[in-house]
């Protein structure tokens, strides 16, 4: 009788080596690096590639009028890693929304703007914004864009997510 009760003792060790096992190499739990391939499937939403900021002198020329004075270009540069298309449909400077800033406008490719707008980013593509800020005071926004601040750029998707930059006014 001594052989039939250790017999469910050697059974839980087994099992319980073997799921230990299969969790270290990865075959079950959460996604490691040891299946790339699967982490990759599971990849959504927008990354934004780079932001590069410049002064300029005469944001009449550059804005078609929209702006006037002097101040700053800052060209946001994103693609979509996701499998599926996206929206981007609010640009925040400083937490404040895009067509909020009177001294603020976007170019989407399709003209210089102050209003509410959509950007579809097809999966897989990349897509960039010019983002023209004009140097004083906002006091729609209550913001002072003058050069050394440091700005928080983020895009909004219409599916409720947020991609952040961050880059200074030079």
């Known amino acids: 009788m001594r052989a039939y009760s250790i017999i469910p003792i050697v059974s839980l060790v087994l099992i319980l080596v073997f799921g230990t096992v299969m969790?270290?190499?990865g075959y079950i739990g959460e996604p490691t690096d040891a299946d790339p391939q699967f982490k990759e499937?599971?990849?959504f939403g927008v990354q934004i590639t780079s932001v590069v900021t410049y002064s300029v002198s005469d944001l009449t020329s550059v804005t078609g009028g929209?702006?006037?004075g002097s101040g700053w270009n800052v060209i946001v540069s994103f693609r979509n890693i996701g499998s599926t298309d996206a929206t981007i449909n609010n640009v925040y400077i400083n937490e404040k929304r895009?067509?909020?800033n009177g001294n603020v406008a976007m170019d989407d490719g399709n003209g210089?703007?102050?209003s509410e707008f959509s950007i579809p980013v097809r999966s897989g593509t990349s897509r960039s914004i010019s983002i023209s800020i004009e140097e004083g005071e906002d006091s729609s926004s209550?913001?002072?864009f003058t050069s050394g601040l440091t700005l928080n750029v983020k895009l909004h998707s219409a599916a409720g997510a947020d991609y952040l930059a961050?880059?200074?006014l030079d």
Request: net charge positive; hydrophobic share 50%; aromatic share 10%.
């Open 112 to 114: 210089y703007m102050k």
């Open 166 to 168: 961050m880059t200074r």
């Open 41 to 43: 499937s599971i990849n």
């Open 142 to 144: 209550n913001l002072v």
């Open 23 to 25: 969790w270290t190499q």
């Open 66 to 68: 929209v702006l006037k």
């Open 98 to 100: 895009i067509d909020v």
